[in-house]
């Protein structure tokens, strides 16, 4: 198995808060990562940080083994490769559907608006929205949204996928549809990235778990390691709690 | 909500079941109170609406200067000689708002975008545009019609480039440029950072951020204080009689002095307002139209 992604001593800091620190991970190509963790344990910071959108203080991110988080580098054909989706979606309220989805593709990868609109259909109806492509996201529900996001970065067709708390904004009856995309994505041999608060989702869907603390990741491990006999007592901790709060 | 009175409801008998002892009996004096409620501030409100106006009516004319006012202020041969006037007059100052508009909406835009980049390479651009808006919104419209109206043509430029209407304009442009810069850049400045991850993420560049996703949802949410400033414009162009073109305020100014009777300025009046009160319904009925088509639901 080929190393997709590497991260090496990744630290970042905002202001004096230091919210990750010393980060070391290696993703193989088409491994599925969940990042697990309470709030502010870093999950999201680190994937904004793999997409560019945070600059690193100090250590490298690799993206098939060439250092993307070099300063000066431009961020825009690495982002290209690598899709992100985000809690709240991040829709553009003032496009319709296929307009969101077919925006990068055009402006970015050059395509023509009938390339663009072929591909954007082709995902919609993947993603079973093609009765959807010409609503504006306000008129859409939350779940039907999100799968718009999936697809908005899925047209852009990328190598890595990173998938941030991509269900924590949805009511729990639609949770479901967005978690499907998921493995579908999955099963299409897709790498991803993902940090999240549903443990049984990514106990199913994960190669590996890794538990973030303060910055840290402190154990990574297949998920019926993780969850079933975890060494961290950290780890072991936080999944007492969530167990004990009944999500798992 | 039709009704502002408070303490009313349109929905009777929320009377919290577990404390009443009567429910039924409860809803209803309830009700009969709101209703009795409503009925009053109905009352009262068109009761003092008469009466005011009532006074009004009757008062005006017992002033010692209402029969001179009268006459100098609404002739009726007057108005009706000087009216058709007053109405070409006005072609000229729709004109000038006309081709005033585009450039301040562009120029403004401009601005504003100067004032939004980030990158420090650009800083001057930056330090230029927001010296800019302080000049101009910091200097009366009609300082800045007359020091660029009888400034610039002093320079002794032949035609067309001595004409009160090219330099009246471009004080009116500058001038509103800056006022509307403000708002788009308060536009550009409302939309939030995730819409800019969104579009980072997928790898537009921070032009094509700017241009396909701030931008236009920024231009959407400051329609309405621009179409303020629009109107402003509209009737401030009226300023640009002073340094010289015969519009609608010079032409009542003329036939003032000509029939030494005041009512052309109402004529004029009314003309500015048969332009502009349409131009906000209109805007309101777009901006309507948008959120029908873009959300689900409408508050309010």
Request: aromatic residues 6%; charged residues 20%; glycine residues 8%.
């Amino acid at each position: 198995m080929n190393t997709k992604i590497s991260l090496r001593s990744v630290e970042k800091s905002f202001g004096d808060r230091k919210v990750l620190d010393g980060v070391d991970l290696d993703v193989a190509s088409s491994e599925v990562i969940a990042f697990i963790g309470s709030s502010g344990s870093g999950k999201s910071t680190l994937l904004r940080c793999i997409n560019l959108l945070e600059s690193i203080d100090d250590g490298a991110i690799l993206l098939d083994g060439v250092d993307i988080s070099l300063p000066g580098l431009d961020a825009d054909p690495i982002r290209r490769r690598i899709g992100m989706v985000f809690q709240n979606f991040n829709l553009f309220p003032h496009m319709n559907v296929l307009r969101n989805v077919t925006l990068a593709p055009r402006k970015v990868l050059g395509l023509s608006a009938d390339e663009a609109d072929d591909r954007g259909h082709e995902l919609l109806r993947r993603l079973g929205l093609h009765d959807r492509a010409g609503a504006y996201p306000d008129q859409l529900s939350g779940g039907q949204q999100q799968r718009v996001a999936i697809a908005r970065s899925l047209a852009m067709e990328p190598e890595v996928m990173l998938l941030d708390e991509i269900t924590s904004a949805l009511d729990p009856e639609l949770v479901g549809e967005v978690l499907d995309v998921v493995r579908e994505l999955k099963g299409n041999g897709m790498t991803m990235l993902l940090a999240t608060h549903e443990m049984g989702f990514a106990r199913e869907i994960a190669d590996r778990v890794c538990f973030l603390h303060q910055g840290q990741i402190l154990e990574c491990a297949p998920p019926n390691e993780l969850f079933g006999a975890p060494r961290n007592e950290r780890t072991q901790q936080f999944l007492q709690r969530v167990i004990d709060s009944g999500r798992l | 909500m039709n009704e502002t009175v408070p303490g009313t409801s349109d929905r009777p008998g929320t009377v919290a079941s577990g404390t009443s002892h009567q429910p039924v009996s409860s809803r209803e004096v309830r009700r009969r109170f709101e209703r009795h409620q409503k009925r009053r501030s109905t009352l009262i409100a068109l009761t003092s609406t008469l009466v005011v106006v009532g006074l009004l009516v009757a008062l005006i004319p017992q002033t010692p200067g209402w029969y001179k006012v009268k006459r100098s202020f609404f002739d009726g041969d007057v108005f009706s000689e000087t009216f058709p006037r007053l109405l070409e007059a006005f072609v000229k100052d729709v004109q000038i708002f006309l081709w005033c508009a585009p450039c301040i909406l562009v120029w403004g835009m401009v601005l504003a975008v100067c004032r939004s980049v980030r990158t420090p390479a650009l800083f001057p651009l930056r330090l230029f545009a927001a010296a800019y808006t302080d000049v101009f919104r910091g200097v009366p419209v009609i300082l800045t019609i007359l020091l660029i109206g009888f400034g610039v043509p002093g320079l002794g430029m032949d035609r067309p480039w001595n004409s009160p209407y090219l330099w009246g304009s471009v004080a009116l442009v500058l001038t509103y440029s800056s006022y509307v810069a403000e708002v788009f850049r308060a536009g550009i400045e409302s939309v939030h950072e995730s819409q800019r991850a969104g579009a980072r993420s997928l790898g537009l560049s921070s032009g094509q951020t700017l241009r396909f996703v701030v931008i236009p949802q920024a231009v959407r949410r400051v329609v309405p204080p621009l179409m303020n400033d629009l109107v402003s414009l509209q009737k401030d162009v009226a300023l640009v009689s002073l340094i010289g073109p015969i519009e609608i305020l010079r032409q009542a100014g003329i036939d003032k002095s000509k029939f030494a009777n005041f009512t052309p300025y109402l004529g004029a009046a009314l003309i500015f307002l048969a332009l502009t009160i349409p131009e906000t319904r209109f805007v309101d009925h777009l901006m309507a139209r948008e959120r029908r088509r873009t959300s689900g639901t409408t508050i309010r």
